[in-house]
């Protein structure tokens, strides 16, 4: 909430038609009957900035600190900012709304100033616990709870507030990158609440948007309880690290949890590339440096390439899409740097496949030599829910030691599942290994174990072994 909305919300009520702010004196609400005092200390410079900045949006916030003159819109107020010999002043205006105008860019529902209206749902969002945000048109916003879908109770999405929650916190490149492709992505911070990675779509209903919430405080690798093995990878001092898993499997968290430990027990120089940034390192005791895609650089694969000429120990490459940037990111951690990176699979063993996969027929033998001689770990993980609410990760660990880079040599990644069972010790874990311990310590349900494993069969026998019941199997 901001610190004005009190006094914007009396405005109506008492009969003001303008409240003005102004370094130096008090701020002040006007009526028919004259001007009457909001409270009684003077503003200072400082103090006017931070109110409106708590209204503006992003393209506004950066006008507001340029020292020019502003003016925007936040919910129902028209917001006419000067700045004149470094004295700061502001005039807060009521908009009467017409009946024939149209939301978003003018006086809607939220305005374009600071996204006040959907900073409301974000609160609802984060007092619920829930880790999305879904706004489809006609429809009530959703939440997912627990990796579920649940209906929020606020009222169905028409054109203009659609247009008043999405358009007030979307910066100008996105929304021209929008009006050409019809998607976006961007990361947007509520101050103190926390950040929120944004997807703008169009569907078949019209404008829609999905927020991923990225807390504030990144977790340690205790609080996922990330296995040994994935915690020994932090001291790795070059190599390819590969974690995957379906969208919205944690493989962000994870990421962010490794670069934390990394942070605060090594002194490096780490390169993040990511689209958007996500989770925001402080330096501790090693220098980090956070590029966007689209922001700071015009791709993946030109960002990575650039790294290697920015001295550093450590790259983190949010997603690898094409043949070009995983290539770089091979060669890279082939030139003695350990590079974390990205991919959509579900297992250890098709990860290296699809890795291999796209490279053009002629080269795929000379890449299988690189990616055994580079790769040092494969994290397949998936979310599940866990009994009494929230979501738990299950993880697939392929170490790759010298047998099994000896299988990727060969091609022969088919037999990679049996060398994981066979070398357990060395903190290989399978899939289905993971689940069935979630579901002996009671945190996870056989049917929702069942549901997200990739080898069902396999783990109906596990469970039949440890006479764990799953009346879906029998159904």
């Not at 749902?121 to 706004?135: N, V």
Request: charged residues 25%; proline residues 5%; contains cysteine.
């Amino acid at each position: 909430m901001a610190a004005l909305d009190k006094v914007l919300d009396s405005m109506a009520p008492s009969g003001a038609h303008l409240l003005t702010l102004k370094a130096g004196e008090v701020p002040l609400l006007h009526t028919a009957a004259g001007s009457s005092p909001v409270h009684k200390q003077p503003l200072t410079a400082a103090q006017v900035l931070s109110y409106l900045r708590e209204l503006a949006g992003p393209a506004e916030r950066q006008a507001l600190e340029g020292g020019g003159p502003a003016s925007f819109l936040y919910r129902t107020f028209r917001i006419d900012v000067e700045k004149v010999s470094g004295d700061v002043s502001a005039k807060i205006t009521p908009v009467q709304k017409s009946a024939g105008e149209k939301g978003g860019a003018t006086a809607g529902a939220a305005g374009p100033g600071g996204g006040a209206s959907i900073d409301g749902l974000f609160r609802k969002m984060i007092q619920a616990g829930a880790s999305d945000l879904h706004l489809t048109m006609g429809e009530k916003p959703w939440l997912r709870l627990s990796g579920e879908m649940t209906l929020m109770d606020d009222p169905p999405l028409t054109k203009e507030s659609m247009e008043g929650y999405l358009w007030p916190i979307c910066p100008e490149r996105n929304r021209d990158e929008f009006e050409k492709v019809h998607d976006t992505d961007f990361a947007y911070e509520v101050p103190g609440l926390a950040r929120f990675r944004c997807n703008y779509f169009m569907d078949r209903t019209g404008m829609g948007g999905v927020f991923r919430q990225i807390p504030t405080q990144i977790p340690t690798i205790d609080q996922l309880g990330l296995p040994r093995s994935i915690t020994e990878l932090c001291w790795l001092s070059k190599g390819f690290v590969v974690v995957t898993g379906p969208t919205g499997s944690g493989k962000s968290t994870t990421l962010a949890a490794l670069v934390k430990f990394i942070n605060q027990n090594r002194k490096d120089h780490i390169v993040t590339i990511e689209d958007p940034i996500e989770f925001v390192h402080p330096n501790d005791k090693c220098l980090i440096n956070q590029r966007e895609v689209g922001d700071h650089t015009t791709s993946f694969r030109r960002a990575l390439r650039s790294a290697l000429r920015q001295d550093p120990d450590i790259v983190l490459v949010g997603e690898m899409q094409d043949l070009e940037t995983i290539s770089i990111a091979i060669e890279t951690a082939e030139t003695g740097h350990l590079v974390f990176g990205t991919l959509h699979t579900t297992t250890a063993p098709s990860t290296i496949d699809r890795i291999i996969d796209q490279f053009p027929a002629d080269r795929q033998s000379q890449v299988r030599v690189m990616l055994s001689e580079t790769l040092k770990a494969v994290i397949a993980q998936t979310l599940c829910k866990k009994k009494g609410g929230g979501r738990i990760a299950a993880f697939e660990i392929l170490v790759v030691n010298s047998a099994t880079s000896n299988l990727i040599r060969e091609g022969k990644t088919y037999q990679i599942p049996s060398v994981m069972q066979t070398q357990k010790g060395l903190g290989n874990r399978a899939l289905n290994d993971s689940l069935m311990e979630l579901v002996k310590k009671g945190l996870v349900d056989p049917k929702e174990a069942y549901i997200k494993a990739v080898d069902k069969a396999g783990l109906v026998g596990i469970f039949e072994r440890n006479n764990v019941p799953l009346e879906m199997a029998e159904e």
